[in-house]
């Protein structure tokens, strides 16, 4: 059996056509602290559920499997304001707590803890990565803006041209329904 990996993770694409307005006022945030860092590709904006890493494909189905049994509604979010992960240096934008997203992230960590036989991840903090290599924000920006999903999906990073980061392909993906 093969024992190649990908590097893995689930997440909600803010690329949905129904995202559009808000994600040019994302974007406009993005462009205006850009000098303060790397900024993330448009194309690349994105909130991670579940953080898998390296994942073979055996583990992949099971995951997916997991993902077959999920019941959870659409979920309409909404952006807060911008915060700081030091250990990491990236700059990003929170997300306002919601239950059912909640839910589904603990649910997908927990799979993934099982399946990849890793301990379960610490505090989930929803959020959107802004900036890579950015320095601490002096205050907090707010932008309140709306999201709706109705899928999550599984990703692929797949590294670009050393030096020029990654681009993420979605390998399946799940309606989320009431
Ligand atoms: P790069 O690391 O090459 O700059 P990236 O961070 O966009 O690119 P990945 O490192 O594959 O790509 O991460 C994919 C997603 O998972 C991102 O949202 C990232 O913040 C998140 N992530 C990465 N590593 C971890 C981790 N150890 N714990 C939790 N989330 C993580
Ligand atoms: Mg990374």
Redo the contacts with the bound molecule.
């Keep these: 059996m093969s024992k190649e990996t990908r590097?893995l993770?689930f997440?909600l694409d803010l690329s949905d056509a129904h995202n559009a307005a808000s994600r040019d006022a994302i974007v406009g945030l993005k462009r205006q602290l850009a000098p303060q860092g790397r900024p993330?590709p448009d194309d690349?904006l994105?909130i991670?559920l579940a953080?898998l890493?390296e994942v073979d494909s055996k583990a992949y189905r099971r995951l997916c499997e997991t993902a077959d049994t999920l019941t959870c509604p659409p979920l309409s979010l909404i952006t807060t304001q911008t915060g700081y992960f030091p250990a990491q240096s990236?700059l990003w934008l929170g997300i306002a707590e919601n239950t059912a997203l909640r839910l589904l992230a603990e649910k997908l960590q927990s799979a993934a803890a099982e399946i990849l036989n890793r301990p379960a991840?610490h505090k989930f903090v929803p959020h959107i990565?802004l900036l890579?290599r950015a320095k601490p924000t002096e205050a907090p920006l707010t932008l309140q803006q709306p999201l709706h999903f109705q899928r999550v999906g599984i990703y692929a990073?797949v590294?670009l041209e050393e030096g020029h980061?990654?681009r993420y392909q979605c390998l399946n993906h799940w309606t989320l329904t009431d």
């Design positions: 590097r993770f997440a993330v690349n994105h991670t953080f890493g990236i991840e990565s890579r990073s590294p980061g990654v």
